[in-house]
Nanobody, 122 residues
Framework: VQLQASGGGLVQAGGSLRLSCAAS????????MAWFRQHPGKEREFVGC????????NYADSVKGRFTLSRDNAKNTVYLQMNSLKPEDTAVYYC????????????????WGQGTLVTVSS
């Protein structure tokens, strides 16, 4: 499966952005999906995940209550709605496809998008 992330950009603190990850190739609905992010000079970290049917989600504590994952299997797309953005949310965001059920372990994911940069100004 090929993944294409989009929607990043520059936003002021307190603002919102919605990232999209469009999938092509093998059956999108067979995969659990996740978002990870990477701050400059740091390791990639888990943001959130959603199960293959969208019935369950899980989030990192740092984004819980502010970020929401959803998916539209008819459109082969997963979304990350980011609200109340903070400067520390500045990172490159990656979508990933992997196990049907939520996983926060990046090693579990077989397919990755190219990343989209989110910059939050103070």
């Amino acid at each position: 499966v090929q993944l294409q992330a989009s929607g990043g950009g520059l936003v002021q603190a307190g603002g919102s952005l919605r990232l999209s990850c469009a999938a092509s190739g093998r059956s999108f609905s067979s995969y659990g999906m996740a978002w990870f992010r990477q701050h400059p000079g740091k390791e990639r970290e888990f943001v959130g995940c959603i199960t293959w049917v969208g019935s369950s989600t899980n989030y990192a504590d740092s984004v819980k209550g502010r970020f929401t994952l959803s998916r539209d299997n008819a459109k082969n797309t997963v979304y990350l709605q980011m609200n109340s953005l903070k400067p520390e949310d500045t990172a490159v965001y990656y979508c990933a496809a992997g196990p049907r059920y939520c996983s926060s372990n990046s090693a579990s994911f077989d397919y990755w998008g190219q990343g989209t940069l989110v910059t939050v100004s103070s």
